[in-house]
């Protein structure tokens, strides 16, 4: 096993304490690897630490023959330091939405730690990731739980994200990955402009910097902190919601209590980041104003009996009739 102190210089060896950091048990977790150098120089972090991460590689199969060059990549390079190698992939060739491409991709992370009974799996974003998911949030108007961006370390359901670079840029981290020499894949989708997530990084960002006269990813990126910070105190604040509220109480609340427990209760019916329009729809079935809110495509909220319930496709809850 190849195992490294994670002291020293130079931005590799803070790479390695970031990781060493956030490291607690060097055993029982899973590293997302598309083979760019972000999440290469993750994995390679953990190994040189001393972990031993089962590698897990989702082919979008955009890109035909490229994508599965990538995937072949991933796997040698994974058997090469004796590590673990799970492939997914979509069901169907061809472009999606970058919405789409994301389901399929946790879809298959969840999949698969059940499969290799895993609860941790750690992910390479970094500070200008960050970034540009506050500034869509942000866009989006998905409130002050979307500018808290990406947490370093959060539960989703069964399955712990760990993500400790949330303070190196792109920038830095290619910077380390070649101080010790590391190869990795360039991906081409990277560099178009046909998704929103690429044309935030390489058009937006970069024009707000021009016109700002500094660097703003790591202003966007201390936003995320200082709204982590807000998203905790309000979790603890607002507690445990049961699946079918009684909205009496809500409506002595101020406001932005009643957004926050909205926020909240979505969350846990699997509508994660609701957007300002969803939100005060609820708002308007919380206070009495309207008996049905839809959100996310054909779901939606209900009141009867003064109680909150989800549904999951409009068309078929029948007119006044509660699942509570």
């Known amino acids: ?158 399955v712990t994200i760990v993500r400790p670079w949330l303070r190196i840029s792109r920038r830095e981290v290619r910077q380390g990955a070649r101080e010790v020499g590391l190869n990795w894949r360039e991906d081409a989708t990277n560099a178009d402009r046909k998704g929103w997530r690429s044309r935030v990084r390489h058009q937006i960002l970069p024009y707000l910097e021009k016109q700002y006269g500094r660097e703003v990813k790591g202003v966007l990126g201390r936003t995320a902190e200082i709204f982590s910070g807000e998203k905790e105190y309000w979790s603890e604040e607002i507690g445990k919601i049961p699946t079918c509220p009684d909205v009496r109480p809500w409506r002595k609340k101020p406001v932005a209590w009643q957004r926050r427990a909205i926020r909240v209760w979505l969350a846990d019916r699997g509508h994660i980041g609701a957007s300002w329009r969803e939100i005060e729809g609820v708002r308007k079935v919380v206070l009495g104003e309207s008996l049905r809110a839809q959100v996310k495509g054909d779901a939606g909220v209900g009141r009867s009996l003064n109680k909150l319930f989800w549904i999951k496709k409009m068309g078929l809850i029948a007119k006044g009739k509660s699942k509570c």
């Open 1 to 158: 096993m190849n195992q490294e102190s994670p002291q020293g210089k130079g931005m590799w060896d803070r790479m390695m304490r970031d990781t060493a950091r956030a490291l607690r048990k060097k055993d029982r977790l899973a590293v997302g690897v598309s083979g760019g150098a972000d999440s290469v120089a993750l994995a390679e972090t953990l190994w040189r630490l001393g972990a031993r991460p089962v590698i897990w590689h989702f082919n979008h199969r955009w890109r035909g023959a490229t994508a599965q060059a990538d995937a072949n990549w991933v796997r040698r390079w994974a058997q090469k330091r004796k590590l673990g190698f799970r492939l997914g992939r979509a069901k169907k060739p061809g472009r999606t939405g970058e919405g789409q491409a994301r389901k399929e991709r946790w879809d298959f992370f969840f999949r698969q730690a059940r499969r290799d009974g895993l609860r941790e799996l750690w992910l390479a974003h970094q500070q200008d990731d960050q970034a540009e998911t506050v500034l869509m949030q942000l866009l989006r108007g998905a409130g002050p739980d979307g500018l808290a961006g990406m947490s370093e370390r959060n539960n989703r359901g069964k």
